[in-house]
């Protein structure tokens, strides 16, 4: 099965930037969407912006406009470049990719570890 490691968190300013990184051990093109979701201490997991393998993508309405997802599929990596951030962005940030499995739509979710992203006011 695939794996996938996330990594770029960190402590940031507010106003600041990071770049999360997603890597697969795998190819990522079998996921027909991949996403980041994040949980921040009490919350439940949300989705924060998801891409499908033709490239659509879509945000939570709380980061349209700063953040922007992508993936590289010759590097079997996506990615999360976060602008402007905010204190309430604090959180750990997961990726997962969605395979389908079978006809009936069917799939299976795979997730990373999570790496943590903290915002400082």
């Known amino acids: 099965q695939v794996q996938l490691v996330e990594s770029g968190g960190g402590l940031v300013q507010a106003g600041g930037s990071l770049r999360l990184s997603c890597a697969a051990s795998g190819r990522i093109g079998r996921f027909s969407t991949m996403g980041w979701y994040r949980q921040a201490p009490g919350k439940q997991r949300e989705l924060v912006a998801s891409?499908?393998?033709?490239?659509?993508?879509n945000y939570a309405e709380s980061v349209e406009g700063r953040f922007t997802i992508s993936k590289d599929n010759a590097k079997n990596t996506m990615y999360l470049q976060m602008n402007s951030l905010k204190p309430e962005d604090t959180a750990l940030y997961y990726c997962n990719g969605r395979a389908v499995v079978n006809v009936e739509g069917g799939y299976v979710d795979v997730w990373g570890q999570g790496t943590l992203v903290t915002v400082s006011s």
């Open positions: 891409i499908t393998s033709g490239g659509s993508t």
